[in-house]
């Protein structure tokens, strides 16, 4: 779907450095352990695209797969969580033409990269999910929409494509059947807006990638106004695994209300940065020792549990939260796509707030007043606070700010960029105070 | 119908509505800038935020379905703390440059902002600055006061056609452009001043010359094309400073088109004529009305008297009012001359006496967005009826087949089923195959006259003429689902086939097709008044001689009314000389041109704008408007003037005090709808002999006459003529024939018609048919040529032969 200006690209993905795998449940990236991950006849070897055909072959009803989905406690893992059963359950059974299928590999927000490992290392388990949504929700045509700056994890994808298609997972009449799927992938230019599904669903379209108002939803009026389904890259590639054993042991893995295993993009001050797959409900304690800890022996200051989007946590809020949905929301945050940004003792929050809201700034795509103009707004008033010309009454006009963005505009990039600001001056006041008084920052000094 | 309530208030609304359509009709005000009922919904401003029961946010009334038993609080504390907060945002980062802005006093900004802005503002950082850009000579941009509500972006491309702004940038860096480096071209343009809530967009021309609040507004009927917009003029000091479209959902919308915007600068054109003037010697001499009148009628009269009634021509612009025609058809019924004709461009009168009525476009203007079939024949649309073209575009977007058959194959920015582009010599072949394979078409009954079904014996019909019947039948395309079970059909003409000499057998195969897929349809004429003209019998007697017979047989003295003969004749040429030979030219004008070089009396009378009078628009609604300023210097009324020069004459019958009282006696007391509807009827008496297979394979001229070269008035608008748009006078034809003529583009060619020639550059165009030159019409430069649509040879010639044109009215502004 895309060309890039590449002479020789290399799309296999070597066996990633990754020396210690204890206490992880590798489910969305269950090749990674082998020699060559990304190639399909490791997928194989591992049993892939079995449930496809068992499904295709054996005709499984669509209702009993989205039953299997309902049980497993499959929640949307692009952020909002929402259940993809019942998500799957929304497109039009019945409709006269052509239906379509979208994965959203669009993670933009800082501190995000998760789906960019599934698509490196896991490539073919993505293209059986989404196969199988195919088949489940009628869809004939699907794509997967690839942020921009990763071309060459886009490659390896494309490759595997290829692979599947001429190995006969992909196209036309699938093992034998009338069932059809053709997969494409769709590059895009590094717009953290076309994460937004309708933002994204606008891009494949060739269009500038701005949000839809909703009501329609895609459901009902997707890519080129047909109905289509988007989930995330992980949501999908949970689902060859659901089907092979039951949703209930999907289920089983998590806790309640959240099913399955989840990837956690830790970054930050932590001895080893990286991705993590765990099971849904594991203790933050547990997931930040993984990680090797805080690093140089330091203390924990803060965590952003799942991206700039989802409320700043202090230590104290998170050092006995569980790492699931209900866990992390009863703790004060939610679990969003599972970034998690681990902040130690040294980090300025005034300043962090200033990088988190210039990225908001730049990313509003400029459709709907409140964002377009707020964005801006905050960022510059807590600029002036960071070069020391700050009032004490700009918190709470940045709190003001906020408030009048969120929930006010077409998409919820709006609410994403008024929360770390909300969140930060709420549990970090006396800093932004002492950055007032003194003109510098209470923890560095500068 | 759903139950719903808002601000306490129950209403019973449609399904479908969305909540600021229920308010609006009630009369509930709601805050709004990139809603407009006309385009589709962006939601994107948010003002219209308000407070419906069990949301917890607040929700934007344009974009919201109403549901049964809703409770919508437009004015609660949380619908307005909403409405404030957006209101706030919007204004950061505007200029607040109110004092200076031309939208000053009709700004949506500016009023919305005394309701719901703050009397300070809590911004204290730097503001955004965008950069201005030059989308033309129509529009001034300053586009840092742009609230990005994409109304202008929405309108080119839904209504217009053709996106021609875009929202580009992200974020705080989003504005609205062009393509690089392009202007709006569209022929609609002025609209997004209009619809601008802002002081973004702003009337170019217009800039800086008055405030909002110091123009008079009065109500008039735009003077150029038949469609007959509402218009609004606004005055100062006597002097016209705009024009505005006047909403008018059955015929212009809430649109207008750019000519009937922009024409007013011709109004106050140093080309006006202000005083009568005699030519003495060969020199002009200004002088009174008295001595004006007084010589122009001794003249007609010594003349008439000599040489018997006949030996007087009389010419009168179908932009004249329905009271001037009536008045100068009377004065020539008067002096007993029958030679009286308003069809100027037209060349072909063979169905003079075979018409039952009067024609006219055969349907309301508004039935044409319910069509499901159109046939187009020979017209560029866009650049014949701009604002109409827009009801087809809606018709075509609502799922109607649009088929064309022509010489040009101009984009008319809808989507065009099928088309057949050839010489106007085949056209007449093109609509005999389509009436052939229409006849052969089981869903239809045929009953053709035997003449023409023996015609139709020597016709073969192609196969994309076969797809054109089968559409204009109903019958479902390949990619169409279902025939269509009575579709609603329309044929119209358009005035390339009215100038063509073979407009009558066009005509008369429409008239045969409509017959059998029974279509509605007829002219599009050209004029404000062709319609009105043509109903009050402004052509010649049953002894008369038509417009061309009149040029081709010269008289000894013409009267022109509002016409500039080379301009306005058909046979550039053939006018001109007319003129010169004639022994005395009686001109009623408002302008002083050369194109009145020839004549030895100009009369100034008062443009649309200065007088009184009643124009028919070409769906038969009679429109009557008074005048908006007083006339300039010495003009009069040409009603006054014509009655005044009757009386001058000594005839009886003239004692009119009023333009009322000319249109009383037009009506004689009845109400003037159910006089016209009596009248309409496209319908002939009998079919004229038709010619089917033409074996002539010369080049043939195709003399459009460019939008803005229409009529006097937007000859001398400069900023039209400054616009693309306008189609300078150049040899334009597609790549093989210019291969065929041995030509490349920018070569420079003598192109010569019968009595006349004009040199020309070669300019590639492939939008034309094979066989064609297209050479704009009604321009200085072609005033040497010969009919618009007739033969022509061309041959290379040298460069220094061509002058580059310069307008002579551009050379005055200057």
């Known amino acids: ?446 | 119908m759903l139950h719903i309530e808002i601000d306490g208030k129950p209403l019973e609304v449609e399904h479908g509505s969305t909540i600021i359509d229920a308010a609006d009709k009630v009369g509930i005000a709601i805050p709004r800038f990139c809603y407009h009922k006309k385009l589709s919904v962006a939601a994107n401003c948010r003002m219209c935020l308000v407070q419906v029961e069990k949301f917890n946010k607040p929700l934007p009334a344009c974009a919201t379905p109403v549901a049964d038993g809703m409770k919508i609080f437009t004015r609660s504390k949380a619908a307005v703390e909403a409405q404030k907060s957006v209101m706030e945002f919007l204004l950061i980062n505007h200029p607040l440059d109110c004092p200076i802005c031309d939208q000053g006093g009709e700004c949506d900004l500016q009023d919305i902002a005394v309701a719901y802005g703050a009397s300070g503002s809590r911004y204290a950082e730097e503001k955004r600055v965008v950069l201005n850009k030059n989308i033309g000579p129509l529009i001034s941009t300053d586009m840092t006061r742009c609230i990005q509500c994409t109304r202008c972006v929405r309108f080119l491309k839904e209504v217009g056609g053709m996106q021609e702004l875009g929202l580009v940038g992200r974020g705080e860096h989003a504005e609205i452009t062009a393509y690089v480096d392009k202007s709006v071209n569209s022929e609609l343009s002025g609209n997004i001043i209009d619809l601008c809530p802002v002081g973004a967009l702003t009337n170019k021309p217009f800039r800086y010359s008055a405030r909002s609040w110091e123009l008079t507004r009065r109500p008039s009927i735009a003077p150029h094309d038949g469609l007959g917009s509402h218009i609004e003029v606004h005055v100062k000091d006597n002097k016209v400073m705009r024009v505005l479209p006047r909403e008018k959902e059955s015929i212009n919308e809430c649109w207008l088109s750019d000519r009937d915007r922009y024409s007013y600068v011709g109004l106050n054109s140093p080309d006006r004529l202000k005083v009568p003037m005699i030519k003495h010697n060969g020199t002009w001499v200004e002088t009174d009305w008295k001595t004006a009148l007084e010589f122009a009628a001794g003249q007609i009269k010594d003349i008439t008297n000599q040489h018997g009634a006949d030996s007087l021509g009389v010419l009168a612009s179908p932009n004249s009012t329905m009271e001037e025609g009536y008045l100068i058809k009377q004065l020539a019924n008067g002096l007993g001359c029958g030679n009286v004709d308003y069809r100027l461009r037209q060349t072909d009168f063979r169905l003079d006496g075979k018409r039952v009525g009067i024609p006219w476009m055969g349907c309301n203007i508004q039935e044409i967005e319910e069509l499901d079939r159109i046939l187009i024949i020979g017209s560029n649309l866009r650049n014949e009826h701009p604002l109409l073209a827009q009801r087809f575009r809606k018709a075509v977007a609502n799922g109607a087949e649009l088929s064309v058959v022509s010489p040009l194959d101009n984009d008319p920015l809808m989507k065009v089923a099928h088309k057949v582009i050839v010489r106007p010599n085949d056209m007449v072949n093109v609509l005999g195959q389509i009436l052939k394979a229409m006849s052969g078409l089981q869903r239809l009954s045929l009953c053709l006259p035997p003449s023409l079904n023996a015609l139709l014996e020597t016709i073969t019909v192609r196969p994309n003429t076969q797809a054109m019947a089968e559409s204009l039948a109903g019958l479902a395309g390949p990619d169409g689902l279902v025939d269509l079970v009575a579709p609603k059909v329309g044929l119209f003409i358009g005035n390339m086939a009215l100038s063509d000499p073979r407009f009558t057998e066009m005509y008369s195969m429409m008239e045969a097709i409509g017959g059998i897929c029974g279509a509605k349809g007829g002219i599009l004429p050209a004029a404000a008044n062709s319609t009105g003209m043509h109903f009050m019998g402004v052509m010649p007697n049953a002894t008369g001689m038509h417009a061309r017979a009149m040029l081709e047989v010269p008289r000894k003295a013409y009267l022109l009314l509002n016409v500039e003969p080379e301009l306005d004749c058909q046979h550039a040429a053939l006018a001109k000389a007319a003129m010169a030979q004639a022994e005395c030219v009686v001109a009623l004008t408002a302008y002083k041109s050369e194109a009145l070089e020839n004549a030895d009396v100009l009369l100034p009378i008062a443009p649309f704008t200065e007088t009184s009078g009643t124009f028919m628009s070409m769906e038969g609604r009679v429109q009557s408007f008074s005048a908006v300023t007083k006339p300039l210097a010495e003009c009069r009324p040409a009603w006054k003037v014509l009655r005044v020069l009757a009386n001058t004459l000594g005839l009886d019958g003239f004692d009119f005090d009023s333009s009322e009282a000319v249109k009383n006696a037009i009506f004689k007391g009845e109400k003037p709808s159910t006089v016209v509807w009596r009248n309409l009827n496209n319908n002939l008496k009998e079919l004229v002999e038709i010619e089917v297979n033409i074996k002539s394979d010369g080049l043939q001229r195709i003399g459009e006459v460019p939008q803005y070269e229409s009529d006097p008035i937007v000859r001398r608008s400069v900023p039209l003529q400054k616009t693309k748009y306008n189609i300078r006078p150049m040899a334009r034809m597609r790549a093989e024939q210019m291969a065929q003529l041995d030509l490349v583009e920018g070569d420079i060619v003598l192109a010569t018609q019968d009595k006349g020639s004009a040199v020309l550059q070669v300019k590639l165009d492939n939008h034309v048919a094979m066989g064609c030159i297209r050479i704009a019409a009604s321009h200085e430069q072609t005033i040497g040529l010969g009919d618009l649509m007739g033969d022509i040879t061309i041959e290379k010639t040298s460069k220094e032969l061509y002058k580059p044109y310069e307008t002579t009215m551009l050379k005055v502004v200057a």
């Open chain 1, 1 to 446: 779907m895309v060309t890039g200006a590449k002479t020789s690209v290399n799309t296999t993905a070597k066996k990633p450095v990754m020396t210690d795998l204890k206490g992880q449940t590798l489910l969305t990236l269950r090749s990674l352990n082998e020699e060559n991950p990304a190639s399909l006849e490791t997928y194989i070897k591992l049993g892939g695209y079995a449930q496809l055909k068992r499904i295709v072959t054996e005709k499984v009803k669509a209702t009993d797969i989205i039953t299997q989905i309902k049980t497993s406690n499959l929640r949307g893992r692009g952020g909002a969580g929402f259940p993809t059963g019942l998500k799957w359950s929304f497109m039009p059974r019945y409709y006269d033409g052509t239906k379509y299928l979208v994965c959203n590999t669009d993670e933009g927000e800082p501190g995000t990269f998760k789906d960019r490992d599934i698509i490196r290392y896991n490539p073919h388990q993505l293209i059986e999910g989404m196969a199988i949504a195919a088949y489940t929700l009628g869809a004939r045509v699907g794509y997967n929409y690839i942020h921009g700056e990763i071309w060459q994890d886009y490659d390896i994808f494309e490759a595997a494509l290829h692979e599947a298609k001429a190995a006969g997972y992909l196209g036309e009449n699938l093992f034998g059947s009338n069932f059809s799927f053709d997969l494409y992938a769709v590059h895009g230019y590094g717009a953290y807006i076309c994460g937004e599904e309708t933002a994204l669903i606008e891009s494949i379209e060739g269009k500038k990638g701005q949000p839809r108002f909703k009501p329609p939803f895609p459901a009902s009026y997707g890519v080129f106004g047909k109905p289509t389904n988007v989930n995330n890259t992980e949501s999908y590639t949970s689902i060859p695994w659901i089907l092979q054993h039951g949703g209930q042991a999907f289920a089983d893995l998590g806790v309640p209300n959240s099913g399955g295993t989840k990837l956690f993009s830790i970054s930050g001050h932590v001895e080893k940065p990286g991705n993590y797959e765990v099971k849904m409900g594991m203790p933050f304690a547990d997931l930040l020792a993984l990680a090797g800890g805080i690093w140089k022996g330091r203390q924990l200051k803060a965590v952003i549990p799942g991206g700039p989007s989802t409320a700043v946590m202090t230590a104290e809020m998170v050092q006995n939260a569980t790492m699931d949905y209900d866990g992390l929301s009863k703790a004060g945050s939610s679990l969003g796509a599972g970034s998690m940004i681990v902040m130690d003792d040294t980090t300025c929050m005034v300043k962090t707030l200033k990088r988190l809201s210039y990225f908001f700034y730049e990313e509003s795509c400029g459709q709907c007043t409140p964002c377009r103009e707020g964005t801006g707004w905050v960022y510059r008033v807590i600029s002036r606070i960071v070069d020391g010309k700050g009032k004490m009454e700009d918190l709470d006009l940045l709190t003001d700010v906020s408030n009048n963005i969120s929930g006010r505009t077409i998409c919820a990039l709006g609410d994403a960029a008024a929360t770390p600001v909300l969140s930060f001056i709420k549990h970090f006041r006396p800093e932004f105070e002492y950055y007032i008084t003194h003109g510098k920052s209470m923890v560095d000094g500068r």
